[in-house]
């Protein structure tokens, strides 16, 4: 199957800094990719939609500014937790479209915010 | 929109027996369901799909069964192996880009 790369897979971070995360398609091409939040043994929260080349969509609720995404290519997108607080630690999970029905994820960012 | 709802939470078998895992959604319009299994600190992995158009699909030890009418589908694995043990996730899609996911269901298979 495609392949998703995600990186870091373990951050560690000061309050008030920000973080970077972010989402490669190795070996195909992502018009669409999506960021997920997961609680520890919840499912996986949709935070926004990442479409190559325009402006994220995100779910109600799910600060944009906070939430910083960029889709500057088809096979990068990033998302940036701005100003981080201890409440933003979290499990984030990218997954990218290699078209309809094709989902593939990342494995992960464990976000910890002192 | 549609609501994929997940059972059991948690399920644990004897290494060998049979585990399923019943997922129910709302959406008629939905077509596409695949399963996910995510190992712990991982990211999802597609283990099995099923469209709309079939009722049944096997995979070595895995199947996934679909009841349309009944808007419920199942994952069955047999012979469950320790290596099984994982979360996993249904979700359903009817436009093949937006996916709706279950709770997940935290599976143990005792060795």
């Known amino acids: 199957g495609a392949v998703v790369s995600q990186h870091p897979s373990w951050v560690i971070c000061k309050s008030g800094t920000s973080v970077k995360i972010e989402c490669r398609s190795l070996d195909f091409q992502a018009t669409t990719m999506f960021w997920y939040r997961q609680f520890p043994k919840q499912s996986l929260m949709l935070m926004a939609t990442?479409?190559?080349?325009?402006?994220?969509?995100?779910e109600q609720g799910v600060e944009k500014d906070k939430f910083l995404i960029n889709h500057a290519s088809l096979t990068l997108s990033t998302l940036t937790v701005t100003s981080a607080h201890p409440e933003d630690s979290s499990f984030y999970i990218c997954?990218?479209?290699?078209?309809?029905?094709?989902?593939?994820f990342g494995s992960g960012t464990q976000l910890s915010v002192l | 929109g549609e609501n994929v709802e997940q059972h059991p939470s948690t399920l644990s078998v004897q290494e060998g027996d049979s585990a399923v895992i019943k997922c129910t959604y709302s959406d008629s319009a939905s077509n596409y369901f695949p399963w996910y299994k995510q190992e712990l600190g991982k990211g999802p992995q597609l283990i099995i799909d099923?469209?709309?158009?079939?009722g049944e699909k096997k995979d070595q030890r895995i199947a996934v069964t679909l009841n349309k009418t009944a808007k419920h589908f199942s994952l069955h694995i047999t012979e469950t192996q320790p290596e099984d043990s994982a979360v996993y996730f249904c979700a359903a899609s009817s436009t093949g880009n937006q996916f709706y996911f279950g709770t997940g269901t935290s599976l143990t298979v005792i060795p």
């Open positions: 990442s479409n190559e080349g325009s402006k994220a969509t995100y």
């Open positions: 099923i469209r709309s158009n079939v």
């Open positions: 997954s990218a479209s290699q078209g309809v029905e094709k989902l593939f």
